[in-house]
């Protein structure tokens, strides 16, 4: 019996081939460019997840009370050096730094510019976030007073690699205070704080200047895979301001938030006109077949085995689109996943929203498997309404004037 | 085995279009009767013939398959009611287009669970005795039309059913071919003694038919 409603969908899934073909077509075509797109959006946010956590906060950032609100050196974590050792013993930790950030202004023969200046320790910052692959020219080799500065600050400073800039801050006392640096690298994180208003040098270089304490600091950050350690690390620093990545950093949470809502809109425009699609296709062929119905009915072919055929030939056609779709969404998703999608002519504008000018794509298997189960739904949906014409047929009204 | 109380069917009922296209029939066929329901066109051969069938609904009155009444069921136990004790033969042929002849003839043996040995067995039988044994493997469409209509009456009579209703179906074929599919009709109601019961205006099966019943304006004026 089953074999014989089978038999029947295939056949008649591909009685018109071109209908058939151009539905399939269009099934893997939508589908192919709704996952790259959804793919590129994707990679985008994780692009600049991924450059906000290795370049600034990591998973948990930690600062002194009042220090986000008013950025005075005052306001830093005394014992932050102790801090650090206690947390790196935690389990689950995979890497903590100190950071210390001194708003002040950076200059140079030709302009100025509101500056921060961050001392750092570079081995720290490489081991937390592959610091050196942000660096587009010179090396980590700084020598004495050597700095590095994001690049478009030295855009706008008009500096050069070897050229000088002095920053000017105040001390701990409230004293004002200049140091010259000379430029010995530039860097690109597309963090937009640190590639346009930065300044990183060693934290040697800048302590005693300013009079602070070795140990102390103005941020920790904390890399882990543990999304509860949060939790343990307030519990243990009550007195200190510990926040997530997404506490950190709202606007990516918002931008990451926008994403979903936008691929949600477009999965449901592509699987609305797929559904509309098949309806289209699955109408025609059904009206085609009236008479076929109506002369099967009148041979004892139930209307439950005719509805069993056309949802197979519905859900067959959707099918053989998903299977397409996915091995073209796929091919674009891999190409794009290893090259990038270069948009270069556009740099300056992903520059200013944090992005990366080349765009690379994420390849989630929940593309796969929210698409598959909307094209089963949207095929069985689609038929639907044309069942619902054979169902008020009784096989006279077909073949009364032929019997 | 068929009896018909007080059949009245109407169509358009209550509108200015109305027609009362059988009234009060009251009718008897037994098992094995090789009979036709003739008369002139539009008398309501065709409509006594789809009541008799279940495959329209009767106005009014009831039909008895050997004592069970069976007007008034559900589609679902119509459908498996003509499905396992009813025939039927188009004048159009009506065959499943996408299906080879002989998918065709099996198609109903398949409905009903047969087991493909058999299937096999009663095609070949059938597809001999129609003359039709190599064309098993074609389309309908590349059949000229006496041989779908033997596919038709193939499939028809494939699983034996108890009763085969045939409408006009030589009005299509040429004299030779009506003569063929007759004699066919009735070697299989002689050899299998299936109930057969035409609805013709054609002499020539109204001649070869036992029992002739004679329709007027929707009423039997002579059986």
Redesign the interface.
Known sequence: ?Y??IF??AI??AF?RRIRASLLILMIASSMSVMLVIEGLYDGMTASMIDKALRSDSGEVTIFAKDYRLKQYIKYSIKDADKIKKELKELNDVKSVLTRFKINGLAGSAKASYPSDLIAVDFKDEEEFGEFSEFIKEGSLKLGKNGCIIGKELAKNLKLRLNSKVIFTSRDVNNNIVSKLFRIKAIIQSTNINLDSKTLLVPKEAIYKHIGLDNSSATQIAVRTDNEKLIDTIKEKYPSLDVMSFWQYNPLLNQMQDSMIIFNSITFAIVMGVVFIGILGVMYVSILDRI??FG???????????IRYQVMLEAVVLGLIGFIIGTVLSLVFLYYLHIYGLDMSEFSDGFASFGMSSILYTEIKTAYFTSIFLAIIFASILSVFLPLRKIKKL???DV??N?? | MIELKNIQKYFYKGEEREVHALKNINLKIAQGEFSVLTGSSGCGK?TL??AI?L???VSSGEIYLDAKEIAHLS??QK??L???K?G?V???Y?L????SVK?NIA??M??Q?YKESDIDERVNELAELLEIKEKLDYLPSLLSGGQQQRVAVA?AVATKPKIILA?EPTANLDHKNSESLMEMMKQLNEKENITILFASHDDYVVKMAKRVIHLKDGEITEQ
Request: net charge positive; glycine share 4%.
């Open positions: 019996m074999k014989t038999s029947l056949k008649n009685l008479r076929e002369i099967m009915l009148a041979v004892g072919y139930s209307y439950k085995y009784t096989p006279t073949i009364r032929s019997l | 065709t013939l789809n069938g495959l329209d609904k589609d679902e459908t498996n003509r499905l396992n009813m039927f188009f004048q159009a009506n499943i287009p996408v299906l998918e198609f109903i398949r409905l669970g499939r409408d």
